[in-house]
């Protein structure tokens, strides 16, 4: 079995190497745009897998976490929270940046559901990645699911503002396959956290 798993791991490796060869992009040069406090967004020159020559405008992120808390009777703790780009109040699950590139993502985000929610975990399964524009973006959210939830007092920024609400997490995939939660992060994490605990659905 493990030599089967071995074989299998190092067949998809190569041919990742070999599609990266046939596919990818090299930079030729980079010129900084705009440099901000999150986004830091710049223009490439890269030589394409013919030849030629392309530009490339990308922002790069420090990185992000993001979490599915959910209580011992199946419900999610969620937030409701403006999103000035939308000009909308939108459903999510906690999340937030890292302080810097190096910091360790479950401190990361046991700090943010600590501080935006007032909960504290202690049983933590990391979901994976998710990228949520890789179009023209490089943020990479790594996704978590917790469970073992106790409530403290929330320590929110000063420009945070946000409501907390409790939703059973079968409700929760049932308004992602009918659309009327639209947050990326969301919808992801909810529907790997359901297939995780069991929660059927269509």
């Not at 420090?62 to 937030?79: H, L, Q, R, S, Y």
């Not at 994976?128 to 403290?152: Q, V, W």
Request: charged fraction near 35%.
């Amino acid at each position: 079995m493990a030599i089967r798993m071995f074989r299998q791991n190092m067949e998809g490796k190569d041919k990742m190497d070999s599609e990266l060869k046939q596919l990818g992009e090299t930079m030729t040069s980079s010129e900084d745009i705009f440099d901000g406090f999150i986004l830091h967004v710049k223009k490439d020159e890269v030589r394409l897998p013919n030849g030629n020559t392309a530009s490339r405008e990308i922002i790069r992120h420090i990185g992000a976490v993001c979490v599915v808390p959910v209580t011992d009777d199946n419900k999610v703790i969620m937030e409701r929270q403006f999103r000035y780009p939308i000009d909308q109040v939108i459903t999510e699950i906690p999340a937030g940046k890292l302080d810097s590139k190096d910091e360790d993502r479950l401190d990361a985000i046991k700090r943010e559901l600590r501080e935006e929610t007032g909960y504290e975990a202690t049983e933590w399964t990391d979901m994976g990645l998710y990228y949520p524009a890789p179009a023209y973006s490089d943020e990479k959210i790594t996704m978590y699911l917790a469970r073992g939830l106790h409530k403290g007092e929330r320590d929110l920024d000063d420009d945070e503002f946000l409501n907390i609400t409790e939703i059973p997490i079968k409700e929760l995939v049932d308004d992602i396959m009918a659309g009327r939660i639209t947050d990326g992060k969301t919808q992801v994490a909810i529907l790997k956290a359901a297939n995780i605990l069991g929660i059927e659905f269509n």
